[in-house]
């Protein structure tokens, strides 16, 4: 049995903390480094001084002159299925997903057409370079299983999870408590910890599900304990009032959750921009993390997340495209708008830790440092080559940067899919941009 076994020399840089804790003892950075793989982990990493004497001569060198390598980027959160209608004009968020995301949502009862987009979704998050997403499906199980089919056809680590919405939204993307139930549970069966997917159990958000229903999700985390639960928290001032309507006797929007067991140290909570003192303690002791959507956040007007305050909590942030109402695939556009969501508001967003939000940072959030987001010893090999002269712009910007530091902040501000020259996964080529364009 043959051993498959790579390395790579180039600038490295991973995280193995996060700097907001430990400052500059969160990274590494090997300016002349080697990432070796062997069987699709990660066996060793290091300067090229200390491991190119030790590689043996059936590995085979692959060398870049002006590429850093880094973890794969995790997006935790997305909807597959609003690809298509990524960037739809001028709406705030109730009248966007009732003008705009429900009619679109509806065609993903056929199957063929889920695959059809699912493959097209997972196509471009590979171009922009991210290794494993946080999805949503629709309310159709169909759906999923298109996805799944898609991501397992591909090697991709990926978590997705099919809509529970009883109410609130037109009937044909309406389940029930039961049906809902009974769907996520077949879906668990099938494609839960099977090969690299997991699955999440996904409400879309407390006003389009009946108290029933949000039980019956707690019934199925308490069934499978290692499921996720993934949904949305506050995302607009509009929205918040509408739960507190909606659900009385509960004492904010985080409660309503809460009160049915769906906050974890594996829930996730895309956007939390409205969140009072008490939700934000309640997310820190709980262990649940915050998706943050910046480019989502400003186009649809939702608000500006203040991320020094939750980190002072001790809230788990990380990055989520949030694709349709987020404008970009990239992780770099990401991490550019959530500098600029910082500064508005009189903080910043340190280039490394907006890095380790995209990479390890996504990992903790997701439970899944032990495996993805850092190059440790016996981690899979999911990575990016970067190109960082991929543009005239960014060569030239580049030569004027002393740090590793200043060139994240320059990628931060200046990159998109164009920097991606390759993406591994579990240490296979998965694109490369030089061939597929
Ligand atoms: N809240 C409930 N559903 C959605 C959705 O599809 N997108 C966003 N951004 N927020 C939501
Ligand atoms: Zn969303």
């Not at 790579?8 to 193995?16: I, W």
């Not at 002349?32 to 043996?56: F, T, Y």
């Not at 949503?136 to 759906?143: E, K, L, N």
């Not at 904010?252 to 140290?265: A, F, H, S, T, W």
Request: net charge negative; charged share 20%; aromatic share 10%.
């Amino acid at each position: 049995m043959g051993v498959s076994a790579q390395a790579y020399r180039a600038q490295l840089l991973y995280f193995v903390d996060d700097p907001a804790k430990v400052g500059d003892a969160a990274w590494q950075y090997f300016e002349d480094g080697v990432l070796w793989i062997e069987n699709g982990c990660i066996k060793a990493v290091g300067s090229a001084e200390q491991l190119l004497h030790r590689l043996p001569s059936w590995v085979s060198l692959h060398h870049y002159s002006h590429h850093l390598i880094l973890p794969g980027f995790i997006d935790t959160h997305v909807h597959y299925p609003q690809t298509e209608m990524i960037g739809a004009f001028g709406e705030k968020l109730l009248s966007w997903l009732n003008n705009y995301t429900f009619p679109v949502e509806a065609r993903f009862s056929d199957s063929r057409y889920g695959r059809k987009v699912a493959a097209f979704f997972l196509e471009e998050l590979l171009r922009n370079g991210t290794t494993t997403a946080l999805v949503f499906g629709t309310v159709h199980p169909a759906s999923v299983d298109a996805f799944f089919h898609e991501a397992q056809d591909r090697g991709l680590r990926m978590i997705a999870g099919k809509v529970m919405m009883d109410r609130n939204a037109p009937d044909e993307l309406c389940d029930s408590a039961e049906t809902g139930y009974q769907e996520s549970l077949g879906l668990i069966e099938r494609w839960h910890n099977v090969d690299r997917l997991q699955y999440a159990v996904t409400p879309r958000f407390a006003p389009t599900s009946t108290r029933h229903q949000l039980e019956k999700a707690g019934q199925l985390l308490k069934e499978y304990p290692d499921l996720y639960l993934h949904t949305h928290l506050a995302e607009s001032e509009e929205e918040v009032a509408w739960v507190k309507a909606l659900f009385p006797s509960s004492q904010n929007y985080l409660d309503v959750y809460y009160r049915e067991g769906l906050v974890g140290k594996r829930s996730i909570f895309a956007h939390g921009i409205h969140l009072c003192d008490e939700e934000c303690n309640k997310l820190a002791q709980s262990g649940a993390a915050v998706a943050h959507c910046p480019t989502s956040n400003l186009f649809l007007g939702s608000g500006l997340l203040n991320l020094k305050r939750l980190h002072e909590f001790g809230v788990t942030v990380s990055l989520g495209t949030d694709v349709g109402a987020g404008t970009s695939f990239s992780l770099f556009r990401t991490m550019d708008e959530a500098y600029k969501i910082q500064q508005l508001q009189g903080g910043t967003l340190e280039p490394m830790q907006a890095l380790y939000m995209a990479t390890l940072g996504g990992a903790v959030a997701l439970d899944l440092a032990d495996r993805i987001g850092s190059f440790r010893v016996g981690n899979e090999a999911d990575f990016v080559v970067l190109d960082l002269e991929a543009t005239p712009l960014l060569a030239f910007r580049m030569q004027h940067c002393r740090t590793i530091q200043e060139k994240v902040f320059v990628l931060n501000v200046l990159a998109d899919d164009r920097v991606v020259e390759q993406t591994f996964s579990a240490g296979r080529c998965v694109h490369f941009r030089g061939k597929v364009g």
